[in-house]
């Protein structure tokens, strides 16, 4: 299994970005995808996920719940995270991922720059 990731780059703050993430292969079992990010001198940390369960649930992260929003892209196995209200603090390398029945893929970074 391999990810693309495409989107990101470079806005000021209030801004929006849009993320996307397609897998290659074939997964045997897809239980989520999701976002993750990591910012210089921080551990990496999960953004959103999207379940791919029939209930289609999602989980955010507290600092950017009502400003993101992860979709699954119909009938494909990709997704799209969508950025509104960025702020400084969300400038980081995002990396898809992939849980596939228990193993992990991961997507290689796409940077996120939010000017103040």
């Known amino acids: 299994v391999q990810l693309q990731a495409s989107g990101g780059g470079f806005v000021q703050a209030g801004g929006a970005l849009r993320l996307a993430c397609e897998a290659s292969?074939?997964?045997?079992?897809?239980?989520?995808m999701g976002w993750h990010r990591q910012a210089p001198g921080k551990q990496r940390e999960v953004v959103a996920l999207f379940w791919f369960s029939s209930a289609r649930a999602t989980n955010y992260t507290d600092s950017v719940k009502g400003r993101f929003a992860i979709s699954r892209d119909n009938g494909k196995d990709a997704i799209s995270l969508q950025m509104n209200s960025l702020r400084p603090d969300d400038t980081a390398v995002y990396y898809c991922s992939l849980n596939d029945f228990g193993r992990h893929y991961w997507g290689q970074g796409t940077q996120v720059t939010v000017s103040s």
């Open positions: 292969g074939r997964p045997m079992r897809i239980i989520n």
